[in-house]
């Protein structure tokens, strides 16, 4: 059976303000985002009704939107008190929650400047990104690149930036792999199609430098911890060539969370103790009551 469609679900959305039917929370075809991807959007999880760093997300929405040239009419204490109130409201207390701003229909052109800011909160049940996720997923190579800062607005969370990651992810879904694994305009590695990635040698962990793709929430929080527990961790480029010498690897993101990756392109990983050990420290730490703001 098929699953069941996003526009055709129960429950509500927070819409400008108000909590309307999600069947009703509906935008016009001649929106302005729709045509020109004048829109922004973060990503979040909801665990046992708290969300995890809600108002880091919020404020990272907030920069996201001035690196678009608009302002979000609702403060950063409005969409977090928005998105409890959504969260208790729907009943899910563990639950995805999207978060979205962008430009109306009220012109229509490249020239946004008269259109209005609308914004909006949803919440859906969605257990895991990838299914069997713990088995380790297969990364190709992605045939699209990460575009160099001078190109595109790589600071902000915004929808256009995400052409390339969904026909990323269909070439990889196409050649038999779970995602794909993207290199930036000089050719060095970047990213998954949704989330950052990690990898593992001789007890040390390395990462890209996020200088043309998001400094994640979850990596910023899987860094903090590893870094706690007294691990190295080493931000810098990481070139193709690299990928062999490493022994484990993992994706890190809201939606994702923490995902071990056992292939990249024949490649072959073993998720070990690092990677089990991030995911652990991972699922401690969000459980906590205490992880909203």
Not at 1 to 28: K, L, S, T, Y
Not at 93 to 106: F, K, Q, T
Not at 256 to 268: D, N, Q, S
Not at 273 to 287: G, K, N, P, Q, V
Request: glycine share 8%.
């Amino acid at each position: 059976m098929a699953a069941q469609p996003f526009h055709d679900r129960d429950g509500w959305i927070w819409m400008n303000g108000e909590f309307v039917q999600h069947r009703d929370a509906n935008v016009h075809v001649l929106t302005h985002a729709m045509h020109y991807a004048s829109a922004v959007f973060e990503g979040e999880r909801s665990y046992d009704g708290v969300i995890f760093r809600s108002t880091d997300h919020s404020k990272r929405l907030h920069n996201s939107a001035r690196v678009l040239g608009f302002e979000i009419p609702y403060s950063v204490e409005e969409l977090d008190r928005a998105k409890r109130e959504l969260v208790a409201k729907q009943g899910t207390a563990d639950c995805y929650v999207r978060n979205i701003a962008w430009r109306g229909s009220e012109t229509m052109g490249v020239n946004a400047h008269d259109a209005r800011i609308n914004v909006a909160i949803a919440t859906w049940p969605w257990p895991d990104y990838f299914p069997n996720r713990m088995q380790g997923i297969r990364l190709g190579i992605a045939p699209w690149r990460r575009p160099a800062p001078d190109t595109a607005p790589c600071n902000s969370k915004a929808a256009g930036l995400y052409m390339i990651c969904t026909l990323s992810r269909h070439a990889a879904l196409d050649s038999g792999f779970d995602d794909a694994l993207m290199m930036d305009w000089r050719g060095q590695v970047a990213e998954g199609t949704g989330a950052n990635i990690f990898f593992v040698r001789d007890g040390v962990l390395h990462t890209p430098t996020p200088d043309c793709f998001l400094n994640g929430l979850t990596r910023q929080t899987v860094i903090e911890q590893a870094k706690q527990r007294g691990l190295e961790v080493v931000e810098r480029a990481i070139w193709p060539n690299e990928l062999a010498t490493f022994s484990e690897c993992f994706l890190t993101g809201s939606a994702a969370e923490i995902t071990p990756v056992r292939e990249i392109a024949g490649l072959k990983y073993k998720p070990g103790d690092l990677t089990e050990r991030a995911i652990a420290d991972y699922s401690a730490y969000t459980r906590r009551k205490n992880t909203a703001a």
